[in-house]
């Protein structure tokens, strides 16, 4: 017998020890009296005779061979590519990359200098092209309005975007907003006249109304506090689904629950998680240096998000963390799928700006390195496009027999060999943890999916390489999150 190369196993802070597997969806609690015959077995995957190890092996923790392993990693593989098939592409639109706020952290400080707002012409091009490309796809896409800020007041913006939103509206494309908020109350009777399909308005508020009005003020230094939340009510009121995101580090985490209290008080928390839901982000470096003093790294994040809920009781309420599969663990009592790619850029996300240029995602778009195209050079797309999907089918295939004598970076060196905007669409697209060689043998890959596409590259200077995410340790803090 083997150990399967997805088995690992974490301790918490109170010194609970597990094991744990991504691929075959089992976590047990190894007992104190067993723990240490365990991690000597563990340590030097030696089984035989161990009483554990036939019950390991109905788990998915041994395998009786690698071939039977790699069986059902194909298994979940095709599971994994069939599902990704049904996810709807995400078209992100940035619309301007101009901003009525002035956020301290603002990671597009460094695109202030374009102010130039959507045109009709390059909203028709935007339609035109989307269309045919995106034809293939089982599932409509649907599209994510970005900036900048989108929802902007002036007369001569609104009516472009007016335009934009009928086309969509003529196209049957549903609609996400990504937006601060201010002008969101003005904009729901536009919503509601034009008859929309909103999928998801996501708005931003920072904590406590001192602390987001300092952290979060207009250009001219206005608070924003009470008009975001306002937006956010109106939204709820018609409908429209509000996906409230904090984006927190270590000034504004204490104040968290003063805004978890405010939601409470004006009901958002009564709506359904269909309606309503809370997501966190972590103030990070994307392209420009920010302070870094008050910055969080993901354990330290989340190690306080849980001290402070242990004191404030309402953040539990407010907002529950996934914790890598542990959130679906509590309310399902089974793991997750595996997930062999976590990083959606170039595949179920593309994202598009106003001159029309093209992008893997909303990290990338509007940086000059990352842009993968133009709407109004791609003249031969229903080519390119073929080209692409039989080079994706190819890596697919090629990963599903690996274990065959074939090396899937075969293709990737051939990927590299140039540069060009066509080759780098398909880094982007055969990204996964098959694929990026340190992941193919890390035991938390398939819940980590490789991290982030442009941190990576950022970090790294290739798309094909990692950004780990602290699996374990955060898998630690939800078993204790979760009471479970
Ligand atoms: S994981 Fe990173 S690169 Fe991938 S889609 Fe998200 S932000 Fe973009
Ligand atoms: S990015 Fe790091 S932690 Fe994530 S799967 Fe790859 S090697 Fe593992």
């Known amino acids: 017998m083997i150990l399967s190369k997805y088995t690992f196993t974490f301790e918490t802070r109170k010194k609970r020890f597990f094991i744990m597997n991504y691929l075959t969806g089992s976590i047990d609690e190894i ?21 554990l190890a036939e019950y390991m092996l109905q788990r998915g923790y041994l395998f009786e061979s690698p071939e039977d392993e790699e069986e059902v990693i194909q298994e979940k593989y095709i599971e994994f590519i069939e599902e990704y098939e049904n996810t709807p592409v995400q ?8 901003c009525n706020f002035s956020c301290v952290y603002c990671f597009q400080e460094s695109y202030k200098e374009f102010s130039k707002i959507i045109t009709p012409e390059v909203t028709n091009q935007f339609f035109k092209y989307i269309n045919k490309q995106f034809s293939r796809e089982k599932v409509k896409p649907y599209i ?30 549903e609609i996400t907003i990504v937006t601060n908020g201010y002008e969101l109350e003005n ?9 929309l399909k909103i999928r998801e308005i996501q708005v931003t508020i920072d904590g406590s109304p001192e602390l987001h009005n300092k952290r979060r003020p207009t250009v001219t230094g206005k608070p924003t506090f009470d008009k975001v939340s306002r937006g956010v009510s109106k939204a709820l ?9 904090m984006i927190i580090d270590k000034e504004n985490l204490p104040s968290l629950y003063q805004l978890a209290e405010y939601a409470k008080q004006l009901g958002w928390l009564e709506y359904s998680p269909t309606l309503f839901e809370t997501s966190i982000g972590r103030n990070y470096e994307l392209h420009t240096c920010q302070p870094k003093n008050t910055l969080y790294n993901r354990v330290e994040l989340w190690t306080d998000f849980l001290e402070f809920a242990n004191k404030h009781p309402i953040l539990k309420e407010f907002h529950k963390p996934h914790f890598h ?48 195209g133009n709407i109004f050079e ?25 274990n065959q004598g074939k090396k899937p970076e075969m293709y990737h060196k051939n990927i590299l060999l140039s540069e060009s905007l066509e080759e780098q669409k398909l880094k982007w697209q055969s990204r ?26 950022n970090h790294n200077g290739d798309i094909l390489s990692p950004d780990c995410r602290p699996v374990k340790e955060l898998v630690a803090l939800g078993i204790e999150f979760y009471n479970l």
């Open 31 to 51: 007992e104190n009296s067993e723990r240490e015959e365990f991690e000597r077995r563990f340590k030097t995957n030696d089984w035989s005779n161990y009483p």
């Open 91 to 98: 078209i992100i639109f940035s619309t301007t990359y101009a």
């Open 144 to 173: 994510t309005l970005f900036g900048g800020e989108p929802l902007l007041n002036g007369e001569r913006y609104k009516n472009h975007l007016i335009h934009f939103l009928k086309k969509a509206k003529e196209f049957d494309y």
């Open 187 to 195: 904009y729901i009777p536009i919503f509601k006249n034009l008859n």
């Open 237 to 245: 009121e018609n409908g429209y689904r509000i996906n409230l995101r």
């Open 325 to 372: 599969g542990i959130k679906y663990l509590a309310e399902t009592g089974t793991l997750p799928m595996p997930i062999f790619d976590g990083c959606p850029a170039g595949k179920k996300e593309w994202a598009f700006d106003l001159y029309g240029n093209i992008y893997g995602c909303t990290a990338s778009v509007g940086v000059e390195k990352y842009k993968l």
């Open 378 to 402: 791609d003249t031969d797309l229903e080519q390119k496009k073929e080209q692409i999907h039989i080079l994706k089918e190819e890596i697919d295939s090629e990963i599903l027999y690996a």
């Open 432 to 457: 996964d943890v098959l694929t990026i060689s340190e992941c193919k043998n890390c035991a938390v890959s398939l819940s980590c999916g490789g991290g982030c596409g442009v941190l990576a590259a």
